[in-house]
């Protein structure tokens, strides 16, 4: 029935989310900044003065982690509220309503951009040069964004049904930055590999630190998973979405 | 085949649909109350005709919107059929879908979208738009400097400029001052000569009396008239002054 075009409404629920944030922020740009540099600080203070370990470069290990993290999280969070965000726009116009979570991910996609050239700027001032290797830093981002349009077509349909799921996923993310290897390290506690060997977001922070720290292309098979997970997750949140979406009607 | 069918139409809503938390969830579980069903719309048939002019007329709460929304498809009847053939074009609320940081142009574009326009054709009628709704210079302004008349105006651009096969228009008309009303008075005839199909809600007889030929009048959710304007409107008055 509805006739329109996908990535126009796309560009134009974006460029609605950018304009609104930005427009009326002098310093919009250094307040993407200063979250991630302060959680780099504390955490550089308490795992190198007050617990000392053994990790050099322990600042630009940690933004591996924390910048991928933040983009999952904020991510997560706004998708999952979308829909009734935009409660009013579902309840009067007709188009398809898949648009809305992805559109809520994409548009802190500005913020994640920040952040990486934040990452790269570390990376440089450490010492590590620009390499062939980097090539692989955009696919490990879009992945990510796959992965995060996923859990948001999935949370934003179950959100309109319980509103309280939003919640239950600001809960989840605090125990998911100690579920990813963000200040920690995997070799350390091999017991617990499970935890991230087959979790997609623990994948891409691995491969931000092959790429950046160790100046080395990601192995084959921490792509694979990486890959294999997003896709299966975007798949899930259609799947999903389409159940749901039936029924948004009478729960707005 | 008709533009719009409906046959033995009900929109349920159940007490407990709406906002929801774990605990309702809960609750529902452990008792099913059938008795809270309130009927929208019930057992309602009709069938509009290409080129059809109709009001929709009824008290508040009697499901005019409702039946509105189920022609757009923005929701399903739990029972009975639906048929829709046509492009739509929907005036549910003034200015829904417009964000009023955004300016009048940005919001052009976004609603346009959201309509269903392409990229390529809003470009087009761009001009055009933004002439027919009249804001001239506030069209770079933020929406939340406009009066709601303007917001109105510009609604109206953009839906009647969509070129629809039906256009719908929830009880919006009479926000606009004279000028404007008669503007688009002569575009929606203008869409009406062109045989198209138009359905109206709105409690001023005098416009539907001017817009439609034909009415609906809607009680509680159930058909109670559907015939020429003029006599159900006159029904519905006698209705309502009756108790």
């Given at each position: 029935m509805w006739s329109g075009e996908y990535s126009f409404v796309l560009q134009n629920l974006v460029l609605k989310d950018f304009r609104i944030r930005y427009r009326n922020m002098s310093l919009g740009i250094f307040w993407s900044l200063l979250n991630p540099l302060v959680m780099m600080a504390v955490l550089t203070f308490v795992f190198t003065v007050v617990i000392p370990n053994r990790q050099p470069q322990f600042p630009l290990f940690l933004l591996c982690g924390l910048v991928p993290f933040n983009f999952?999280?904020?991510?997560?969070?706004?998708?999952?509220?979308?829909?009734?965000?935009?409660?009013?726009?579902?309840?009067?116009?007709?188009?398809?309503?898949?648009?809305?979570?992805?559109?809520?991910?994409?548009?802190?996609?500005?913020?994640?951009?920040?952040?990486?050239?934040?990452?790269?700027?570390?990376?440089?001032?450490?010492?590590?040069?620009?390499?062939?290797?980097?090539?692989?830093?955009?696919?490990?981002?879009?992945?990510?964004?796959?992965?995060?349009?996923?859990?948001?077509?999935?949370?934003?349909?179950?959100?309109?049904?319980?509103?309280?799921?939003?919640?239950?996923?600001?809960?989840?993310?605090?125990?998911?930055?100690?579920?990813?290897?963000?200040?920690?390290?995997?070799?350390?506690?091999?017991?617990?590999?499970?935890?991230?060997?087959?979790?997609?977001?623990?994948?891409?922070?691995?491969?931000?630190?092959?790429?950046?720290?160790?100046?080395?292309?990601?192995?084959?098979?921490?792509?694979?998973?990486?890959?294999?997970?997003?896709?299966?997750?975007?798949?899930?949140?259609?799947?999903?979405?389409?159940?749901?979406?039936?029924?948004?009607?009478?729960?707005? | 085949m008709g533009a719009i069918q409906f046959q033995h139409v009900s929109k349920i809503f159940h007490r407990h649909t709406g906002q929801k938390l774990i605990r309702h969830h809960f609750r529902d579980w452990f008792r099913r109350d059938e008795e809270?069903?309130?009927?929208?719309?019930?057992?309602?048939?009709?069938?509009?005709?290409?080129?059809?002019?109709?009001?929709?007329?009824?008290?508040?709460?009697?499901?005019?919107?409702?039946?509105?929304?189920?022609?757009?498809?923005?929701?399903?009847?739990?029972?009975?059929?639906?048929?829709?053939?046509?492009?739509?074009?929907?005036?549910?609320?003034?200015?829904?879908?417009f964000h009023h940081d955004l300016t009048g142009l940005e919001n052009i574009y976004l609603n346009a979208s959201l309509l269903g326009f392409s990229r390529a054709r809003t470009k087009q009628l761009l001009d055009s738009i933004v002439e027919f709704s009249g804001i001239g210079e506030f069209i770079n302004e933020p929406l939340r400097t406009y009066s709601s008349g303007m917001v109105l105006r510009l609604a109206f651009s953009v839906a009647l400029n969509l070129e629809p096969e039906i256009l719908i228009i929830d009880e919006?008309?009479?926000?606009?001052?004279?000028?404007?009303?008669?503007?688009?008075?002569?575009?929606?005839?203008?869409?009406?000569?062109?045989?198209?199909?138009?359905?109206?809600?709105?409690?001023?007889?005098?416009?539907?009396?001017?817009?439609?030929?034909?009415a609906l009048w809607l009680d509680h959710g159930e058909l109670m008239m559907d015939g020429k304007v003029a006599d159900v409107l006159q029904a519905y008055a006698g209705h309502t002054v009756s108790p």
């Open positions: 999952f999280t904020i991510g997560w969070i706004s998708g999952t509220t979308s829909l009734i965000d935009n409660a009013n726009l579902i309840k009067r116009v007709p188009f398809p309503r898949e648009i809305i979570p992805v559109a809520s991910v994409l548009s802190n996609t500005l913020h994640l951009l920040i952040q990486i050239a934040l990452l790269l700027g570390f990376a440089l001032w450490y010492g590590k040069g620009v390499n062939i290797h980097w090539l692989w830093l955009p696919v490990v981002w879009v992945l990510e964004v796959i992965l995060v349009c996923g859990m948001a077509l999935v949370f934003s349909g179950l959100n309109v049904y319980t509103r309280d799921i939003r919640y239950l996923v600001e809960s989840a993310s605090t125990v998911l930055f100690y579920l990813v290897p963000i200040f920690y390290f995997p070799a350390d506690s091999p017991k617990f590999a499970f935890v991230y060997q087959y979790n997609p977001l623990a994948a891409v922070v691995f491969a931000l630190r092959f790429i950046l720290m160790e100046g080395i292309a990601p192995p084959a098979s921490l792509m694979w998973r990486l890959s294999i997970g997003s896709m299966l997750m975007l798949g899930i949140g259609f799947l999903v979405f389409r159940k749901l979406k039936v029924g948004f009607y009478n729960h707005l | 809270h069903d309130f009927y929208a719309l019930k057992d309602v048939s009709f069938q509009i005709a290409d080129g059809e002019n109709v009001a929709v007329v009824g008290r508040n709460g009697a499901g005019k919107s409702t039946m509105l929304s189920l022609v757009c498809g923005l929701g399903a009847p739990e029972k009975g059929t639906i048929e829709v053939n046509g492009k739509i074009a929907a005036l549910l609320e003034l200015g829904s879908g919006v008309l009479a926000v606009g001052d004279q000028a404007f009303q008669e503007k688009c008075f002569e575009k929606i005839f203008e869409f009406r000569h062109s045989g198209k199909t138009l359905l109206c809600v709105s409690h001023s007889p005098a416009i539907l009396l001017q817009l439609c030929d034909r």
